[in-house]
């Protein structure tokens, strides 16, 4: 039995006909471009998410970058990002011209901890980016309460997250700008690229609706230097009909996860992910943890078994950074999960078969 990492098929069959249909009505509309369907979806997503603004853009680096730029984020200032998130985070602050500064995460649930916040702090820091890794949900409590004692600004990345809750909740709710990815291998993923900005200000929501379309809120008049970053109407109508199948995709994943739950307990040397109190998590992923990860992952590869890391290598040891002068060993619990982390097939349509053969083969693997 060959056992994908992912696959589309479950979750795109049963509303096929539904995308077809939206996808045909926008090509017989003749509008393309920031027309009905994406205000529609952007309408969506802003009351899924349980704020008052959605701003549809062309990815999720780019909703992160026009955040900050929106926030005014640039040269001279320095952001706190976690120091194992994935390199596009600490790309998006770059392209602004500030500095990121890693942050090292809580090593069980793998997202920033608020504790070592304190200690990244400068005159220069401006803002937080708090990244829900894995579809677990951050600590928001206490970022927002670090944030407003030294006047940052949070922007959630909430791009493997969507519909995740700490304290009720959403992802994307919190911060006063938040990014999301619909890359197609998301909890809810377009048909290609795009992402989107959700936030309850009312000006930041204008602002970038301004940076996203060349800096012009009035065609041919432009204010700042902006960019071309706009969700395209195919894309929206497709999002806003798996948004509707949303919520019962991540409650498919949240029940795969307590059957590894249960069956991995215990295993070897195993770490399973772990939800920090008062959060929840819509499981992107199901990451594991072990010592012998890369013979683990050759193992279930020889019986068919799809994985992937997540990640390989942490942003502070990429050459693309080598300029900042990281060094081995500065940011230990990144560099640990880059080791050590391993992620299972997890997605809508997994079989009970195909599960128990993943699961029968890591048990096999520390037999």
Not at 249 to 273: C, F, M, T
Not at 288 to 315: F, K
Request: aromatic share 8%.
């Amino acid at each position: 039995m060959k056992i994908p990492f992912f696959r589309f098929d479950q979750m795109h069959t049963p509303i096929r006909e539904e995308m077809v249909e939206a996808a045909t009505r926008v090509i017989d509309s003749g509008t393309y471009i920031l027309g009905p369907e994406v205000q529609a979806f952007e309408k969506a997503f802003s009351t899924y998410c349980g704020v008052q603004h959605c701003i549809g853009v062309g990815n999720g680096l780019e909703a992160l970058h026009l955040a900050l730029r929106a926030l005014g984020i640039g040269p001279g200032d320095e952001v706190l990002v976690p120091s194992n998130t994935y390199i596009a985070t600490l790309l998006a602050v770059s392209y602004t011209g500030a500095t990121p500064v890693l942050v090292e995460p809580r090593a069980h649930t793998a997202n920033l901890n608020p504790e070592n916040l304190e200690g990244a702090l400068t005159n220069r820091t401006k803002a937080i980016i708090p990244v829900h890794l894995y579809g677990q949900a951050c600590e928001m409590r206490p970022i927002m309460t670090f944030a407003a004692k030294h006047d940052l600004k949070v922007i959630e990345d909430n791009a493997q997250s969507q519909g995740a809750t700490c304290e009720g909740r959403r992802t994307g709710s919190w911060g006063h700008l938040n990014a999301t990815s619909f890359y197609p291998g998301k909890n809810i993923g377009a048909l290609g690229d795009a992402g989107a900005i959700t936030t309850d200000d009312e000006h930041l929501a204008e602002q970038v609706q301004m940076w996203r379309n060349y800096g012009s809120t009035v065609k041919y008049y432009n204010q700042v230097q902006g960019y071309n970053s706009r969700l395209d109407e195919l894309q929206a109508v497709l999002l806003a009909v798996k948004l509707r199948a949303l919520d019962d995709w991540n409650k498919e994943r949240q029940r795969l996860a307590r059957i590894y739950h249960h069956s991995l307990s215990g295993v070897g040397d195993l770490k399973l992910p772990a939800v920090a109190p008062g959060c929840t998590s819509v499981y992107h992923l199901f990451p594991i943890r072990s010592e012998r990860r890369n013979v683990l992952q050759g193992h279930l590869q020889g019986l068919g078994i799809g994985t992937l890391i997540h990640y390989p290598v942490p942003p502070h040891l990429q050459q693309a950074y080598a300029n900042q002068g990281w060094k081995e060993g500065q940011f230990p619990i990144a560099e640990d999960h880059a080791r050590t982390l391993l992620s299972l097939p997890l997605f809508p349509g997994l079989t009970e078969e195909e599960q128990q053969v993943v699961i029968s083969g890591v048990k096999a693997f520390f037999g």
